[in-house]
């Protein structure tokens, strides 16, 4: 059973800051491995996706990378802004969709 | 592109009262929708995968009776909260899947928040 785990579950940074956010799932079996973010009572913003035959993928400030044989995706915000500030949300796509449980920014002015 | 609409966007209810929830793909044709729900704090769970032209396929744990999906057209699902309960107040999305470059991409909805009394 796929699993995705989220770490840190909480993350407060000063504005400016460079940051890492990660995501760890169980079953190497993927298609794919995407990103989301999601703003208090909102639904998900697509951020990047990541195929299972890719390493990473950039858009912007943003720059997933993947690595698939040790189950690890990281999301890198270069310069963060409190417009940053957001819930994000790494999932799997193997069949299903599993998500992880999410990482609280609060990126302060 | 690809945008998916729900309605409503929140909705409250008296318990023992039935809610539907309706999720469109405005521009595109989806044969899968799927319908998740996130309690507070907690991540989305997928609940069951909507084919057009046929039962829903229910998550273990899923109360099929209680959630009622229906699929009729490729831009249309509905998901029917029966017999609503306060436990049933949550935060309901849906997805839609697009094919592109042969790899399935889910498209989500804005959420439907259901507050049951």
């Known amino acids: 059973k796929q699993e995705v785990t989220q770490i840190p579950a909480a993350l407060s940074v000063p504005e400016g800051e460079n940051l890492v956010l990660n995501c760890s799932f169980t079953?190497?079996?993927?298609?794919?491995l995407q990103w989301f973010r999601q703003d208090p009572g909102k639904g998900l913003t697509s951020l990047l996706l990541?195929?299972?035959?890719?390493r990473e993928q950039t858009s912007g400030r943003l720059n997933a990378s993947l690595d698939k044989s040790s189950g690890r995706s990281t999301l890198y915000i270069a310069a963060s802004q409190p417009g940053d500030s957001a819930t994000y949300l790494c999932?799997?796509?193997?069949?299903?969709?599993?998500f992880g449980q999410g990482t609280e920014l609060s990126v302060k002015p | 592109g690809a945008v998916v609409s729900q309605h409503p966007s929140w909705v409250i209810c008296k318990s023992g009262t039935s809610v539907k929830i309706e999720c469109r793909s405005l521009d595109f044709q989806a044969t899968t929708m799927f319908w998740y729900r996130q309690f507070p704090k907690q991540s989305l769970m997928l609940m069951a995968t909507?084919?057009?032209?046929?039962?829903?396929?229910?998550e273990q744990g899923v109360e099929k009776d209680k959630f009622l999906i229906n699929h009729a057209s490729l831009t249309l699902s509905t998901l029917t909260v029966t017999s609503a309960h306060p436990e049933d107040s949550s935060f309901y999305i849906c997805s839609a899947t697009v094919t592109w470059e042969f790899a399935d991409t889910q498209y989500f909805g804005p959420g439907t928040r259901l507050t049951v009394l």
């Open positions: 079953d190497s079996a993927i298609y794919n």
């Open positions: 909507s084919n057009e032209g046929s039962k829903a396929t229910y």
């Open positions: 990541i195929q299972s035959s890719q």
């Open positions: 999932a799997v796509q193997g069949g299903k969709l599993i």
